[in-house]
């Protein structure tokens, strides 16, 4: 009887180990990073100063990771998309006419990742 009961605590314990693991890979593949890209809509118009948006999102006490000019762009990467669009509302203010502000789709690695190995099987086969 012993020996039955400790069976079943030991599967039991095996599956809420698998169940924990799980749960924890699929949170880490969850990103929540976002980037906006502001870059002019006219040709003509220069790319806004890194300074200067970085002055007007801390005044207003948006938090950004990063601001990098990219291909006549400039790419702000945030935590998370509550901050850039709180951003986004921000640089709409405050930047003058000519400037498209937008929302740049990130691809999640762990997706990218499958969709490659995906496609290799295929090549493959």
């Known amino acids: 009887m012993k020996t039955h009961f400790f069976r079943g605590l030991r599967a039991t314990t095996l ?22 890209e502001i870059r002019s809509s006219q040709q003509g118009i ?23 000019p990219e291909n006549n762009s400039l790419l702000i ?14 640089l709409y203010r405050t930047l003058p006419h000519g400037y498209v502000i937008a929302q740049q789709e990130e691809e999640d690695n762990a997706s990218s990742w499958l969709t490659r190995v995906l496609n290799e099987n295929i090549r493959i086969g």
């Open 15 to 36: 599956i809420g180990v698998v169940a924990i693991a799980a749960i924890l890979i699929w949170s880490g593949m969850q990103r929540t990073e976002s980037t906006l």
């Open 46 to 68: 220069s790319m806004p100063d890194g300074f200067f948006v970085w002055h007007h999102l801390d005044a207003n006490g948006i938090r950004f990771k990063s601001i990098t």
């Open 77 to 90: 990467k945030f935590e998370s998309s509550a901050q850039s669009e709180a951003a986004k509302v921000v």
